[in-house]
Nanobody, 118 residues
């Protein structure tokens, strides 16, 4: 059973920054796509950023230009740098490995909560 441990969330003012980390208990070297998801209260979980094993990235329109996803295969860790945060970015953030469109490879971790508020 693969474990995913997200960290780095917290309370930040609008315009601030946070860096999230996701450590996987298995090697991600051969995993083509890794992604960050988020779920706000009362809303469905959404995919906000992905990164392939080759380093290609893709972002939801709502975070494009503000968020940066990266991965360190040697550490089995995926990061999400979030800049210029907005209140609508408030959510619990999760990582996983998307495949076949809407599926994910592993069970969900506990997530890390991000709250953007003044």
């Amino acid at each position: 059973q693969v474990q995913l441990v997200e960290s780095g969330g917290g309370l930040v003012q609008p315009g601030g920054s946070l860096r999230l980390s996701c450590a996987a208990s298995t090697s991600i070297f051969s995993i083509n796509a890794m992604g960050w998801y988020r779920q706000a209260p009362g809303k469905q979980r959404e995919l906000v950023a992905t990164i392939t094993s080759g380093g290609s990235t893709n972002y939801a329109d709502s975070v494009k230009g503000r968020f940066t996803i990266s991965r360190d295969n040697a550490k089995n860790t995926v990061y999400l740098q979030m800049n210029n945060l907005k209140p609508e970015d408030s959510a619990v953030y999760y990582c996983n490995a998307p495949y076949r469109g809407v599926l994910v490879r592993w069970g969900w971790g506990q997530g890390t909560r991000v709250t953007v508020s003044s």
